[in-house]
């Protein structure tokens, strides 16, 4: 099974699917890539690294670096996430809050 979320970003949309994996990362689809994700659940936050990337069903080297907090927030929680390129630099970040409707 897995989770699949409607992502908006500067007026875009698209889809992305995550999936817990046997040996406990996150694997986040989005369009043919799917970035690794490693949590660790602290009393005060869920951080969140980058564990690794795979091009369709081929792992890709690690060059994508980066990851997130989240930290709750009254009914909802507040995030803030970045992802690194080597020589590009700042790929994407996002951050902000979610509650419930």
């Known amino acids: 099974m897995g989770q699949r979320r409607r ?14 994996r046997r040996d406990g990362l996150i ?3 989005i369009a043919p890539a799917t970035v690794l994700l490693r ?3 602290r ?12 091009g369709g069903p081929l792992p890709l080297p690690p ?5 997130g907090i989240e930290t709750a927030e009254g009914d909802g929680i507040r ?4 992802a690194r390129l080597p020589v590009v630099g700042l790929l994407i970040r996002y951050h902000g809050a979610l509650h419930p409707t």
């Open 7 to 20: 992502l908006h970003f500067d007026g875009h949309a698209f889809i992305s699917r995550q999936i817990l």
């Open 27 to 29: 694997a986040e689809r």
């Open 39 to 41: 949590l660790d659940a």
């Open 43 to 54: 009393p005060e936050a869920l951080s969140i690294t980058v564990g690794g990337l795979r």
């Open 63 to 67: 060059v994508l670096t980066g990851g």
């Open 79 to 82: 995030y803030d996430v970045t």
